[in-house]
Each structure stands twice: as C-alpha cells, then as structure tokens.
C-alpha cells in the first residue's frame, strides 16, 4: 500500500510534524512518502493567477503525489481555528486541478496543540473539508491533547493517549488492506 504523508505546516518545528512521524513509524507494510509542504510553496491562490498563468508546477506534483497515493496520512496545525495558511493555498491550487481530489483514498486525520483540545476546531473543519468537499474516506482521526506533556524524545509518553493513536492507525491500516484484498 502506498501512502502520502504531510504535516498541515509550514513552522521548522512543528510539533504537527512530530507526532505524525511517530504516527507513520506505527504503520507497517507501506510504502510511505513523506512530504514538506515547504516544498510546495507557492502564490496566494487566484483564478485571476489561474487563467493568466495556469497551474504552478507545485500545484501539479502535489496533485501528482495524492493521485499516486492510497491512503493519505495528514497531521493538521490549528491557526486561529483553522488550517495553516501553507497548507491552505496548497489545498486551493489543487482543487483547481480536480476537485474532488481525495475521492477513493482512505485518510487518517490527526491534530495537536499546545493547549488541552489538540487541534480540535482544525480536526471539525476538516472532518468536513477531507470528507465532504474533497471527497476522501476519513477512515480514522484523532486529537492529541496537550503536546508538550504528553510528547518526549520522539515518543508519546501518555499510555492512554499512546493506545488512542495506535487504535487508530490500526483502523487506518485495515481499510487500505480490505481495499487490496
């Protein structure tokens, strides 16, 4: 199984990106291609920008990448309630290529913050953009509460919180087995 991996990002220090690393090392049997949404910067969505130059080449591979992919793993940051900005623009150019661009592709959401709701406004905007506009099979998702006390040296360190992510991405993995079975 082939799987797209990214972190809604663009901060050097994501902790979003921590936790989806952890996350990925859980998944097994996959080939996993882990991606920056740095590496896909590009201008502030338009059509005005869309008719008068077309796709960006980013624009294209990152389409290219979820076409690519069966699964999709995203570990989303909260930015005023919402996505980052990054992965916004991203996710607009891209919809502009096909929408709906996740349809048939299972996905396993993920969320944290700093703060006791993990990343749970962003996890509801989601939830409703991936599923319903985008068209992906949210299969599993999960907030992860209180980053820096339940989160050392690359591990999650809250047993309940560890078994909570672990359930999930074994939820994860079954879907994408039933679809090659």
């Known amino acids: 199984m082939k799987i797209l991996a990214f972190a809604g990002s663009n901060s050097k220090k994501s902790i979003n990106k921590e936790l989806l690393n952890y996350t990925l090392n859980q998944i097994e049997n996959a080939e996993i291609d882990l991606v920056d949404i740095n590496d896909f910067e590009m201008p502030i969505y338009s059509i005005d920008r869309q008719l008068e130059n077309g796709f960006p080449q980013e624009a ?8 690519d992919a069966e699964g999709v793993v995203i570990s989303l940051a909260e930015h005023n309630g919402n996505f980052s900005v990054a992965l916004k623009n991203i996710l607009d150019w891209v919809s502009r290529i096909e929408m709906p661009y996740l349809k048939d592709k299972k996905v396993l959401l993920l969320s944290t913050s700093p703060g006791a709701y993990g990343g749970g406004n962003v996890m509801e905007v989601a ?4 599923g319903m506009f985008a068209s992906g099979e949210i299969v599993a998702s999960t907030t992860f509460p209180s980053f820096n006390d339940n989160f050392r ?29």
């Open 60 to 67: 294209q591979d990152f389409y290219n990448k979820i076409k």
């Open 127 to 130: 939830t409703k953009y991936f």
């Open 153 to 181: 040296n690359s591990e999650i360190v809250n047993e309940e919180l560890k078994n909570k992510v672990l359930a999930q991405v074994n939820i994860f993995q079954d879907a994408l087995t039933a679809v090659e079975a």
